[in-house]
Every structure is written in structure tokens, then in C-alpha cells.
């Protein structure tokens, strides 16, 4: 019941505000993510925000209203407003009112009561999308708007739940080989139970969050092989798609020949395929055309999996929008995506099926523990001077850049001497300076793939105690041993950014070695207030940034 002594305020404009020095911070929080995002977080009151795509996102998880009032009316100061009970419930009511449906071989579009479906086709974009009304509660929807209705209705505040089903694709005879000596991991099996839902029209669509280092390519393999059929994996570089082969040949009983890579190399097309999103959105300079989006259909797919989901470009949205019946998988850790379109992923990929929160897996040790620092680095005089003088977008790059950043680098490997450390940076001018500085080696979107494949591969095996990394090794990079991140500058304000860099560091260490992740900023600068923004996600998942200001640099 709601006392004046709990930390969570919520207000009538759907913000929840909580007290972060109060004992039952932690509490609060794990309990509010799975329906609530957190937009700002100072250090005495974190806000967060009941948004309809959290909400739709925690029906589809299983939670109802009642689950979510409950949680706010125990921990509430003060009585929930009335007009947020009736959001709350009128919003997580919304989903499942709309369904897809087949039937006598058509598209059904049904409504839960005659009043939806007069609301919604009194929308001139509903109206041009469907064919003839059946009945109050009915119409027909051509196969070839399966996507675009959904995305259009989604836009209008009613989510569709798909249960059109999908093709079956060709057949592919494969199975798992956990005599290898692995073993899918309890919330790995889970996840993949979430999503194929027996079999049902229900499951085939949606998405799975998990921490990086939480082996989402596997959960990815397992669901290939539970449907047995041909399989289109769409991932973020030429390098993951390297280790998912490597993975899908060590983890299944698929020979190599039945497993092909469509990159810039080579261009084969097998029962089980893995190309980029860069590839798929390639044109040629001057074109309109995207040549390579044809291997959407250069087989019969029974199931797409998109690795780093988050990532994903428009020309794949509107791919996907036309491929509705295939079953679709989304991995991600994180949905948070900076242009605002996780309510196409929702759409056209489907729902979060499958949650786990990152503490949870780093209290379980299936993710390493971590320590987060930001160091706050001085600008020198003459540097402030010009920061001063400089328009907002340039203040931040040469905050980004400072130079008095080499030192406080320089220092941090000093101090963890002996352990595989990453450098990571976004201007690759400012990383090429830091790398002549401390004579590691250098990998930016110039490397050729060969050299950073060695350079990956003489890292791992402890050749190379330090790698400096441009954005290319912010995904699907597998570096076991490293236990120590540098962040030297990122892409401003970047939530999922972020969480990646810590995930390049999360895998469990072998001696059981705690992970230390450091973002250097530029001190009284806009570099803080983005570094702020960028730590809300995971702040959001338990992780607390400890805060070093240095008044001088290091000798």
C-alpha cells in the first residue's frame, strides 16, 4: 500500500520518479524494468516512463494490468493516480484485441468487439489497406499487407497479435551436438521455448534480450534446430559472420557444405546462409537499387534470424514488412534503439518473447561481475578556450578528443598490467594518436577483414595484451579474455553503444576476474551530459558508475 516512507513517486503524466539513496532502490528497480523505461538518471531521483511500446511489450511477456498496478501500490508514496490506473489498464488491454488470423486460405483482421473495428477502419490508412468487411468485428486483409497493417495499427496505438502462422520452408535435417561437451544453459533452453511455443501459430515472431556474453547465438542455433528448416542469419559484420559458422559447425550436425557465408567474398547460398545488414543494403554508387535484398527469396526460408536486432537498417524493415510469412527471430541485448523505431521492431519482428536482466545472470556467473568508472578528464587552457569559441556539434568532438586523455590511458593499463585490455574509441583520428602512443595495435572499418581476424586471433590467444578498437568491435566480437574496457570517446548520446562496449568484456573469466569498464570524459563539457545519457541503460540494469574527477593528469 502506498506509504510516505517508499521511494517511487508516480505522477499523472505516466513518469515514475525513485529515490536512488533509499534502501529499497534495488528493489524498485528490478521490478519496475519489465514495464517501465528509465529516461533520466541524476543521482538522487531516477526517472522512468510508462510508454505504450513497455507496456504492450510487458503484456506480451505475460504481465497484466493488475500485476503492474500492484507493483506501483507497493511501492508508491503516494496513491496511484486514477487517471494512470485507467492508462495502464486500457493500454496492456489493447493487446490481443486485434488479431491476424487465416482462414478458408484469407487474412482475417479480427477485432474483440464491433466498436474497435469501427474505430480503427474510420482511419483513412486502415481503410486503403483492407479488402471487404465480413462482418462488425471482421474484414479481409490482402497476404501482401500483412506487414504494413501491422505497422500502420501499431502506429495508431493498437497492436496486432499475429496468429496467421507461417510457410514451412525447405527442409534441413539437423540436430544439436551437446556431446561436444557443452549444454544449453537453463535460460538459454527457456528462451528458445518462449519463442517456438510449441510449434503454434503464437510463437515464430519476436525477440530475445539477453546480456552481451550471455550466448545468444546459441539460443539463435537452437531455435534453427527445433524448426529444421532452411535458415537466413542477417548479423553485424563480416566477423560475426565468421563466428556464427564457426558456432553453427561446432554446436550442430550441419556439414559445411550445408552452411554459406553471403559476404563481399563470396556469395553462397546454402540450406543455412549467414550474411551482413551491410551487405544486404549494398548499392552501387548512384543507384536507387539494393542488388543483394534478393536473398530474401534466392531460397525458401522457414526461418530469418536477426542477430543485433536493434541494428537493424529500413531497407531490411521494409524487406521484412513483405515477408510476413516467415518466421522471424530477433537478438538483441539491448531494444533500445536511438532512432526511435523499436515500434517496428515490434511489428514486423514481433514482441519481446524472453527477458533476463543482466545481474541476474551476473549473480547466476554466467556473465562477468563488473566495476564501471567514469573518469571526468580537464581540458587544458588552451583547449577550453577553443571549446568555448565552438558551435555545440564541434564542442563535443573536442571534448570527445581531448588529448589529456592519452596519460589517464596510460595509467589504467599501469594499473591492470598483465590483463587483455580494450581501447575503444569513435574518431578514428583521436585512436590512431592513442594507439602510436601506447604501441598497441590498431583496428578501424579501414583494417582488412584478414588483418583483423589475426589481429582478433593473437589477442585471444594473449599474443596482444592491448587492442585498440574503432565502433567495429562494438558487436558480435568474441574476445573471452578481455576483463578491461577504455571507452576514449563514443557516439554521443548512445544508450546502446554503451552496453555493448561493457558487453565486449562480460564474458566469465576462467579465474573468475572481475571486468572494469572506464569512459573517459572531458570534465565541465558536453561530453558529460551525453556519457549521462549513454549510462541510463545500464544503470536501468543494476550496474552504478563510480565517479573519479581528476584535477590533474597523471605524471
Known amino acids: 500500500m502506498p506509504h510516505i516512507r517508499n521511494p517511487l513517486i508516480v505522477q499523472a503524466d505516466r513518469t515514475l520518479l525513485l529515490e536512488v539513496r533509499h534502501p529499497m532502490y ?56 486514477p487517471s494512470i490506473r485507467e492508462e495502464i489498464t486500457r493500454t496492456m488491454g489493447r493487446f490481443g484485441q486485434l488479431q491476424l488470423f487465416v482462414r478458408g486460405g484469407e487474412l482475417v483482421l479480427a477485432a474483440a468487439e464491433p466498436r474497435i473495428m469501427e474505430e480503427i477502419m474510420s482511419y483513412v490508412s486502415i481503410a486503403t489497406l483492407v479488402g471487404r468487411q465480413v462482418n462488425e468485428c471482421e474484414v479481409i486483409v490482402p497476404i501482401a499487407q500483412r506487414g504494413m497493417i501491422k505497422q500502420t495499427l501499431l502506429k495508431l496505438g493498437f497492436p496486432v497479435q499475429d496468429m496467421a502462422g507461417y510457410t514451412d520452408g525447405e527442409r534441413v535435417t ?68 565468421r563466428q556464427w559458422k564457426n558456432e553453427i559447425l561446432a554446436r550442430t550436425t550441419l556439414a559445411e557444405e550445408q552452411v554459406g557465408t553471403y559476404t563481399s567474398q563470396e556469395k553462397q547460398v546454402r540450406p543455412v546462409t549467414i550474411s551482413t545488414y551491410q551487405m544486404i543494403t549494398h548499392r552501387e554508387p548512384g543507384s536507387d537499387d539494393f ?117 589517464v590511458v596510460k595509467e589504467v593499463l599501469k594499473q591492470h598490467q598483465g590483463e587483455q585490455i580494450l581501447v575503444i574509441g569513435h574518431y578514428v583520428s583521436q585512436l590512431e594518436m592513442v594507439a602510436r602512443e601506447i604501441q598497441a595495435p590498431l583496428i578501424t572499418g579501414k583494417t582488412p577483414q584478414e588483418e583483423r581476424e589475426k589481429l582478433y586471433r593473437r589477442f585471444r590467444c594473449g599474443d596482444i595484451p592491448t587492442l585498440v578498437v574503432s565502433r567495429v568491435a562494438n558487436f558480435a566480437v568474441d574476445l ?27 564474458r566469465p573469466k576462467k579465474d573468475g576476474r572481475i571486468a572494469h569498464f572506464y569512459s573517459l570524459v572531458s570534465a565541465n563539457s558536453k561530453e558529460e551530459y551525453y556519457a549521462h545519457r549513454r549510462q541510463m541503460f545500464l544503470i536501468e540494469q543494476g550496474y552504478h558508475y563510480n565517479l573519479r574527477i581528476l584535477e590533474s593528469l597523471p605524471s
Open 26 to 81: 534495488s528493489e524498485v528497480r528490478d521490478a519496475l524494468t519489465p514495464f517501465a523505461e528509465l529516461v533520466k538518471s541524476p543521482d538522487y531521483i531516477h526517472t522512468y516512463r510508462l510508454t505504450s511500446l513497455s507496456l504492450w511489450n510487458a503484456a506480451a511477456l505475460g504481465l497484466r494490468a493488475e500485476t503492474v498496478l500492484s507493483v506501483l501500490n507497493k511501492y508508491a508514496k503516494f496513491p496511484v493516480p
Open 174 to 241: 539437423m540436430a544439436l551436438c551437446e556431446k561436444r561437451g557443452f549444454q544449453l544453459r537453463d535460460y538459454q533452453r527457456a528462451a528458445v521455448d518462449a519463442f517456438y511455443a510449441g510449434g503454434s501459430a503464437s510463437g515464430g515472431n519476436g525477440v530475445v534480450v539477453l546480456p552481451c556474453g550471455a550466448g545468444k547465438t546459441l539460443v539463435g542455433i537452437d531455435t534453427m534446430v527445433r524448426f529444421g528448416m532452411a535458415t537466413l542469419v542477417l548479423t553485424s559484420s563480416t566477423t560475426s559472420v
Open 480 to 506: 573471452p579474455d578481455a576483463s578491461v574496457a577504455v571507452q576514449i570517446s563514443g557516439t554521443f548520446g548512445s544508450r546502446q553503444e554503451e552496453a555493448q562496449r561493457l558487453g565486449r568484456i562480460l
Open 291 to 407: 542488388p543483394h535484398l534478393s536473398l530474401f527469396h534466392k531460397r525458401d526460408w522457414g526461418l530469418i534470424i536477426y542477430d543485433e536486432v536493434h541494428l537493424l537498417p529500413a531497407p531490411v524493415f521494409r524487406m521484412t514488412a513483405d515477408i510476413q510469412a516467415k518466421r522471424r527471430l530477433g537478438l538483441t541485448a539491448t531494444l533500445v534503439r536511438e532512432d526511435g523505431r523499436a515500434d517496428d521492431v515490434f511489428s514486423l519482428i514481433g514482441p519481446k518473447k524472453y527477458e533476463l536482466p543482466w545481474r541476474q545472470l551476473e549473480e547466476r556467473g554466467f556473465i562477468a561481475s563488473a566495476v564501471c568508472m567514469e573518469i571526468r578528464v580537464p581540458l587544458s587552457a588552451s583547449l577550453r578556450a577553443k571549446y568555448t569559441d565552438s558551435g555545440e556539434r564541434q564542442k563535443f568532438r573536442i571534448a570527445a578528443e581531448n588529448p589529456s586523455k592519452v596519460p
